[in-house]
């Protein structure tokens, strides 16, 4: 990750705790605002090898410098409700400052790799993009 | 917020940043794990006045201890694809640290409150709780 980068995460991470006395511009300029969520149902859900693959596949986007923070998971353990959906196998969530950075990963050599070396893992994708209301 | 809250939040936020030094074994002590994405759709998706109400009900969630991070939205203007599901109205997405921290917050009286107050404005929601992968 780009020097700069990192530097305006810690800035943007400073102003983030909620609560925090920093005016309603400040967090406007400074928070990552862009939610990218996407989630990956495998073709053969018992295969932890292929999991495992796309896991890894999906760390490996770390290194796109646009992204401002990156959470790669699995379904938790939380009670069982009828509003939650656990059917999924890989979650991977990303911030941006905005649409252009988002778009700027779209496009970028390291994820069209990931795609072109994991789509033959999963069944079906989902995504969801959220702009911060503030 | 607690102050003992906010200062455990900076210092995660202070191993965060990809790329960072800090050891898997830091990282996996103090950074928060499991997320919670909550999606609603309107009853009546023509009305902003009752978007706007659910947006400011779920702005209220803040102000529970083991939240660690709110991120509140609406769909973003990315480009759309056969795979993004822009159909939703309002995003709710938490960070926690533990499956024990989301249960506080789910009985917490300000969730209750929340749900109370705000849930004859809603059609669905589809809950995905998502556990980090290390």
């Given at each position: 990750m780009p020097r700069i980068?990192?530097?305006a995460?810690?800035?943007?991470?400073?102003?983030?705790?909620?609560?925090?006395?920093a005016s309603s511009m400040e967090i406007?300029?400074?928070?990552?605002?862009?939610?990218?969520?996407?989630?990956?149902?495998?073709k053969d859900p018992s295969s932890a090898a292929d999991r495992d693959k796309l896991l890894a596949g999906v760390k490996t986007l770390k290194n796109i410098e646009t992204i401002?923070?990156?959470?790669?998971?699995?379904?938790?353990?939380?009670e069982k409700r009828d509003v939650v959906d656990n059917s999924y196998?890989?979650?991977?969530?990303?911030f941006f400052d905005n649409v252009e950075d988002q778009k700027v990963y779209q496009d970028h050599p390291i994820h069209q790799k990931f795609i072109k070396e994991h789509s033959?893992?999963?069944d079906k994708?989902?995504?969801?993009?959220?702009?911060?209301s503030v």
């Open positions: 980068s990192r530097r995460f810690v800035a943007a991470a400073t102003l983030l705790p909620l609560g925090a006395s406007k300029k400074d928070k990552p605002k862009l939610v990218h969520h996407v989630f990956f149902w495998l401002k923070m990156l959470h790669v998971g699995v379904p938790a353990s939380t196998h890989v979650s991977e969530l990303m033959m893992l999963w994708v989902v995504v969801y993009d959220v702009m911060e």
